[in-house]
């Protein structure tokens, strides 16, 4: 519902509330297909697939090599210690996401900063699953704007995702049945976007948003305090 008002990502807010029942590890797996069937109708509307991804190869490379370092990494923490890293980076979203910092860069920079920013949201996606508020920087930066950041934040999802899930499989940390639940739980998600879309536009979204941000950081700190590596 947070999604259908104010175009918060799903994961950022649901995450916190999945860490209190699940493992990250499977809070991630469990908010892996949501992000895909979500954003394939984005990725594939207008065509022109192949220039579009001529345009992003930077942080799309960056992206398949940051999630396998960064499952790599989950894997390797103990829970109270992925726990911990995953509420430290939903509050660095969350931070992200209220500064809205406007950055620019000059064509020379476009590309290395591509990768270096498609490295660190498949790292934090793999983590915490929230990749957007880097991707959307970034892409802003490079001048993307209205439909076209719309389909290239997509398909640089999309293969995040598909990278995550193929990096679990590898190493037998996932299965069918895990991949089965996950996109069972992509139903509610799409109902609530269509419940509230009557209400979009009869609640002030600016002051919604702060709102639902600050929840994030507090969840997120609970999530590290809870952890007690603190």
């Given at each position: 519902?947070?999604k259908?008002?104010?175009?918060?990502?799903?994961?950022?807010?649901?995450?916190?509330?999945?860490?209190?029942?699940?493992?990250?590890?499977?809070?991630?797996?469990?908010?892996?297909?949501?992000?895909?069937?979500?954003?394939?109708?984005?990725?594939?509307?207008?065509?022109?697939?192949?220039?579009?991804?001529?345009?992003?190869?930077?942080?799309?490379i960056?992206?398949?090599?940051?999630?396998?370092?960064?499952?790599?990494?989950?894997?390797?923490?103990?829970?109270?210690?992925?726990q911990?890293?995953?509420?430290?980076l939903?509050m660095?979203?969350?931070?992200?996401?209220?500064?809205?910092?406007?950055?620019?860069?000059?064509?020379?920079?476009?590309?290395?900063?591509?990768?270096?920013?498609?490295?660190?949201?498949?790292?934090?996606?793999?983590?915490?699953?929230?990749?957007?508020?880097?991707?959307?920087?970034?892409?802003?930066?490079?001048?993307?704007?209205?439909?076209?950041?719309?389909?290239q934040?997509?398909?640089?999802?999309?293969?995040s995702?598909?990278?995550?899930?193929?990096?679990?499989s590898?190493?037998?940390?996932?299965?069918?049945?895990?991949?089965?639940?996950?996109?069972a739980a992509?139903?509610?998600?799409?109902?609530?976007?269509?419940?509230?879309?009557?209400?979009?536009?009869k609640?002030?979204p600016?002051?919604?948003?702060?709102l639902?941000?600050?929840?994030?950081l507090?969840?997120?700190?609970?999530?590290?305090?809870?952890?007690?590596?603190?």
């Amino acid at each position: 519902m947070v999604k259908g008002i104010v175009s918060i990502g799903v994961p950022l807010v649901a995450m916190p509330i999945l860490s209190q029942f699940l493992p990250i590890k499977q809070a991630v797996l469990l908010l892996s297909m949501p992000i895909i069937l979500g954003n394939i109708p984005q990725a594939l509307e207008g065509g022109e697939m192949l220039p579009t991804v001529r345009r992003i190869a930077a942080p799309l490379i960056g992206t398949v090599l940051g999630n396998i370092v960064g499952v790599t990494v989950l894997i390797s923490l103990a829970p109270h210690r992925a726990q911990a890293a995953a509420g430290g980076l939903l509050m660095l979203a969350a931070l992200l996401l209220l500064a809205a910092p406007r950055l620019t860069f000059s064509p020379a920079l476009a590309k290395p900063a591509g990768f270096v920013f498609g490295f660190g949201a498949a790292v934090m996606e793999s983590i915490a699953s929230v990749p957007g508020p880097l991707l959307a920087m970034y892409l802003i930066a490079t001048g993307a704007t209205g439909k076209a950041f719309t389909k290239q934040i997509a398909i640089i999802l999309v293969v995040s995702i598909l990278t995550l899930i193929l990096t679990f499989s590898g190493g037998a940390h996932t299965s069918l049945t895990d991949i089965a639940i996950s996109t069972a739980a992509s139903v509610p998600v799409i109902i609530g976007i269509m419940l509230v879309r009557p209400l979009r536009d009869k609640l002030p979204p600016g002051a919604f948003r702060i709102l639902v941000l600050l929840f994030v950081l507090a969840a997120a700190f609970q999530m590290i305090w809870k952890s007690h590596v603190l």
